[in-house]
């Protein structure tokens, strides 16, 4: 991603150039695809969105970052954010909307007073007559990530996750077309349209655990792992990694290519891509509870299986790790953890066992190890 602290709005000049359809061409033909975690092509969506009938469009930048271990689009916002509004603005243009929106995590708020003064720089020069952008903060809950629960807390009810059909690009914000884009979607979609040599199969990468370089770094997709390794330059051996929401925890595979079949064995959308490194010093399934406390604290409540699931999930950690567990603790933890996946509404409970199931798949060792320390 090229870091541009200060934009001349040349990306929305070609935009207009190019025209509506022009843009959402250059986009399918250039493959962009949502880089929030559901990985949709960004054109479908934005076309959907232009082409639904109603008398007032949104667009709504998704800038509620809180998987455990990302961290890139503070990046971008701290460094890129012209680049990110410029986007905006691009994405109004091409659908027709009017009013924007940036929902940005209650944690960034110290992000806000200069990302606003780059808003009241930028926005005066784009020409687009009454196009506004306005900044919501986020209270700080993870599941305003997910863009029917982001979008209802906008509009000023609580953020709980909507059941789907309709999707926001065709019913959103008020009822109407709504076009909800993740940070790094909407600076990549300005610096498609931009650069003729823009490459889709870049990704960025947060990095952190236990690592010297932790930070963001950016890979091509099928990069192997021991490269990024090199960059991460661990402090002690190696044990395992917890690859954001969607890959769970597993052994760290130096030869493996980084790819969504690789991470996530093909049944699972792209997801982010934020590794936690995780060494030899560590047990497992403290790493698990720490994720199953997130998780817990996180659930809205909407659905049973994950306001019951995750907690029940976290208490079965808790007594493994106090030495009062059995061996039957580990089929039941096993069991729970794919009925919540299975029958949850949104992402969140979805993907919520995900650090249970791979860390009893990948590291028994380390569960046997608390089940043998008896209290
Ligand atoms: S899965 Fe969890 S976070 Fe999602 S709607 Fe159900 S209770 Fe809320």
Redesign the pocket.
């Known amino acids: 991603m090229q870091i541009l602290h200060k934009t001349n709005l040349e990306a929305l000049e070609r935009a207009r150039m190019l025209g509506s359809d022009g843009v959402l061409s250059l986009l399918e033909r250039k493959g962009l695809v949502g880089r929030g975690g559901a990985s949709s092509p960004t054109a479908k969506k934005w076309r959907e969105c232009r082409d639904t009938p109603a008398d007032e469009r949104f667009v709504v930048c998704n800038a509620n970052e809180g998987e455990p271990g990302s961290f890139k689009d503070k990046l971008i916002i701290r460094h890129n954010a012209e680049t990110l509004i410029e986007g905006i603005l691009i994405a109004a243009y091409i659908v027709g909307a009017k009013r924007c929106f940036i929902y940005l995590r209650g944690e960034y708020d110290h992000l806000r007073p200069r990302l606003q003064e780059q808003i009241a720089d930028v926005l005066p020069r784009a020409n687009l007559e009454g196009v506004s952008i306005e900044i919501v903060r986020g209270a700080g809950a993870y599941?305003c990530d997910?863009a029917t629960a982001l979008l209802k807390s906008i509009m000023g009810f609580r953020g709980?996750?909507m059941y789907r059909p309709p999707n926001p690009t065709t019913e959103g914000l008020w009822g109407r077309p709504t076009l909800v884009g993740n940070v790094e979607t909407l600076t990549c979609a300005a610096q498609a349209v931009l650069f003729d040599d823009w490459d889709a199969n870049l990704r960025l990468f947060s990095l952190s655990g236990n690592i010297k370089n932790a930070g963001v770094y950016e890979f091509p997709l099928g990069v192997k792992m021991s490269s990024v390794i090199d960059v991460a330059r661990p402090q002690r051996k190696l044990k395992a990694m917890s690859f954001g929401c969607f890959g769970g925890i597993m052994p760290v595979d130096e030869n493996m290519s980084i790819t969504p079949e690789a991470v996530c064995k093909g049944n699972c959308k792209q997801g982010n891509y934020s590794i936690i490194f995780i060494d030899e010093t560590n047990n497992v399934v403290d790493i698990s509870y720490s994720i199953a406390k997130f998780y817990t604290y996180?659930?809205?409540?909407?659905?049973t299986?994950?306001?019951e699931g995750?907690i029940r999930i976290l208490n079965l950690l808790k007594k493994i790790r106090s030495g009062r567990g059995v061996k039957d603790d580990l089929q039941l933890l096993r069991e729970l953890a794919m009925h919540v996946q299975e029958t949850?509404?949104?992402?969140?409970?979805?993907t919520c066992g995900n650090h249970v199931l791979t860390s009893l798949e990948h590291f028994p060792e380390d569960y046997e190890a608390y089940l043998a320390r008896k209290k």
């Open positions: 599941i997910e709980t996750p996180e659930s809205c409540g909407k659905c299986p994950c306001r995750t949850s509404l949104c992402n969140l409970g979805q």
